[in-house]
């Protein structure tokens, strides 16, 4: 099935075989491993720090920090954190993978070309295989927006309920410089499309900013390798851009990965303006802040008696 979320038909799922890669930490610029790997049926996902033991679920409420990226664990302790999780998030989320481990050798998911491309890739190596437990969604009941700002100039994030098995986006953009400007995407996400329209859009930044970003010790292994650079009308990347849109396909890419820390996948509608990772965050924290606001939907083959599997996360949360 072609679905985003397949929840009428399919069991959980997850790698069948460890798949890895190396990199370099977009943020800290220090070099990073990372590997995916197979996991139990409810596990969910979750993310390992190999060289510290600390292992973190990656869900909305163990967000701390949303500068520039989202970061996992504890606002204190470098130890027990794990920063750039948005794009790996987003390609598991993408390829239908409910439960997972994500191992890090160190405090960031390597950046690789700066999209979920090289993560979809992984995953199709490793492959992937159906297990216990059915797929369970978290249904949107009513409608719950977070803003920053007011007037024209807002950026703002909604969820709205939805009538299909799937998560809707809607997104736009609006930069003063003239090389991305104004820019707009809606789409109903599928396996497919989410490997064809989203998946290889990359990070970007403005040249005026690089400096301004290194002195605050941040984009320390940034690259025209691994990032768009735009200085005004011009993309400084010597191979130009890879779709004329790229720049808000890539927030949209964000926003995949960002709702996917809600602990199971959504069933509703998501409309942004300017929205980024800190305005993800609130509208889960917004979300689930009301318990009126949302329950599980556990699709038509849970109905019929199978068992449901939720990652602990969810399963902590109590269903309607």
């Not at 009513?142 to 024209?152: C, F, M, Y």
């Not at 930044?205 to 005004?232: F, M, P």
């Not at 004329?244 to 509703?268: I, M, T």
């Given at each position: 099935?072609?679905?985003f979320?397949?929840?009428?038909t ?9 798949i ?7 943020h ?13 049926s ?14 973190i ?7 701390v ?10 606002a ?5 954190r794990?920063?750039?999780?948005e ?5 598991l ?9 994500v191992?890090?050798d160190?405090p960031e998911?390597?950046?690789l ?11 199709d ?5 159906g297990?216990?437990?059915h ?8 409608p719950v ?7 024209p ?6 969820l709205?309920?939805s009538?299909?098995d799937?998560?809707?986006?809607a ?25 064809e329209?989203?998946?290889d859009?990359r990070?970007?930044t ?7 970003l ?5 984009a320390?292994g ?8 735009v200085d005004?009308?011009l993309?400084l990347?010597p191979?130009?851009?890879?779709r004329?849109d790229?720049?808000?396909r890539?927030k949209a ?7 996917a ?11 942004g ?13 917004t979300?689930?802040a009301?318990p009126a606001?949302w ?15 939720l990652?602990a ?8």
């Amino acid at each position: 099935m072609d679905g985003f979320f397949p929840l009428e038909t399919g069991r959980r799922r997850t790698l069948k075989a460890p798949i890895g890669c190396v990199g370099v930490g977009l943020h800290s610029g220090r070099p990073a491993k990372l590997s995916l790997l197979p996991a139990p049926s409810g596990t969910g996902i979750r993310f390992r720090r190999t060289d510290t033991g600390i292992e973190i679920p990656a869900t909305f409420d163990q967000v701390v920090d949303t500068r520039l990226c989202t970061a996992l664990g504890s606002a204190t302790d470098p130890a027990a954190r794990l920063a750039t999780v948005e794009h790996v998030m987003a390609a598991l989320a993408g390829c239908g993978i409910d439960d997972a481990i994500v191992a890090v050798d160190g405090p960031e998911v390597p950046i690789l070309d700066g999209s979920a491309a090289p993560f979809v890739f992984l995953i199709d190596c490793a492959g992937i295989t159906g297990h216990a437990g059915h797929v369970a969604a978290i249904e949107v009941l009513r409608p719950v927006r977070v803003q920053d700002g007011e007037g024209p100039d807002a950026a703002w994030a909604e969820l709205l309920p939805s009538r299909e098995d799937r998560l809707d986006i809607a997104l736009s953009i609006d930069f003063p410089s003239t090389a991305i400007g104004r820019q707009s995407i809606a789409l109903r996400l599928s396996t497919r499309n989410f490997r064809e329209d989203l998946a290889d859009a990359r990070t970007f930044t403005l040249a005026e900013d690089v400096s301004r970003l290194r002195a605050a010790g941040l984009a320390q292994g940034g690259s025209l390798d691994n990032a768009i650079v735009v200085d005004g009308p011009l993309v400084l990347n010597p191979g130009g851009l890879r779709r004329p849109d790229e720049f808000v396909r890539h927030k949209a890419l964000d926003v995949v990965g960002d709702l996917a820390l809600a602990g199971a996948p959504l069933r509703g509608r998501f409309f942004g303006h300017r929205s980024g990772h800190g305005l993800n965050n609130r509208l889960l924290r917004t979300l689930f802040a009301d318990p009126a606001n949302w329950r599980y939907h556990r699709g038509r083959a849970a109905v019929e008696g199978g068992a449901v599997a939720l990652p602990a996360a969810a399963a902590a949360a109590p269903a309607r």
